[in-house]
C-alpha cells in the first residue's frame, strides 16, 4: 500500500530549493508551495488511477472468480478460481471532489 507518494525529486513543483532570496520573509515563515518550474501548479489532485478492471464480458470489478467443480473421493465440490488473464484496467477516472496530494509539504490542522 502507499504507491501514491512520489520517491525522486524530479518534477514535483512544491519542493524547494531552500534559498531565502525574498527580503519579505522572516527567518521562521516558510511560503505555502514553493513554484519552480509550474506556474499553475496546485496541491490539488483531481484524477486518480483506477484499481477496477474490465472482464471480456464487459463487467466492471476488482476481482473476478470463476466457480469450478472440484471431485474428491467420490464428493463433488465447488471452488472459487481467481481469473487474472484477459482483464483490462479501467484506466483514469476523475475524483468528485479534489484531493490534496501527498506530497504537498504544509500541515493543515494541528489539534
Not at 21 to 28: A, E, F, I, L, V
Not at 38 to 48: E, I, K, L, Q, S
Not at 80 to 87: A, G, M, S, T
Request: glycine share 10%.
Amino acid at each position: 500500500m502507499g504507491g501514491s507518494g512520489s520517491k525522486s525529486r524530479g518534477y514535483w513543483p512544491f519542493s524547494g530549493s531552500g534559498s531565502t532570496d525574498d527580503p519579505t520573509k522572516d527567518g521562521n515563515e516558510q511560503p505555502l508551495a514553493r513554484v519552480r518550474s509550474f506556474a499553475g501548479a496546485t496541491p490539488f489532485v483531481f484524477t486518480r488511477r483506477s484499481s477496477m478492471f474490465f472482464d471480456e464480458d464487459g463487467d466492471l470489478a476488482h476481482e473476478f472468480y470463476e466457480e469450478t467443480i472440484v471431485t474428491r473421493n467420490g464428493r463433488k465440490r465447488a471452488k472459487l478460481k481467481r481469473i487474472q488473464k484477459n482483464l483490462t484496467p479501467q484506466g483514469i477516472i476523475k475524483l468528485d471532489h479534489p484531493c490534496i496530494h501527498v506530497d504537498f509539504p504544509v500541515v493543515l490542522c494541528e489539534a
